[in-house]
């Protein structure tokens, strides 16, 4: 297991969301802050690898601005279909920066 720094843990307010580059992966990490929660992701959405980074984010989820699929950041889950799942990384916050872990 490798972890990585992708920012610090304060630059995402509550109720937004933010790209980041981060070495090693070829598009940004999608990082949402759910009510103090902040949340990594992929910001490809699974149905069609349209950018989340333009998606609407509420209640807990982020809403695909290409054909409006829907993913709870908790679980990776599609409401609208239950074979796709949104890569999520195991986040962790040291010192103030938030750190994702790559397989």
Known sequence: MMRVRVCPADEVAPGQMKGFAVDSIEWPV??????????????????EDVSL????????????????????LASGRCAHDSALTLFRFKTTIVDGDLYVELA
């Open 53 to 72: 980074l333009e998606g609407a984010l509420a209640a807990g989820c982020i809403t695909c601005p290409g054909h409006a699929y829907e993913f709870d």
């Open 30 to 47: 999608l990082v949402a802050n759910v009510d103090g929660v902040l949340h990594a992701t992929s910001s490809v959405c699974p149905h």
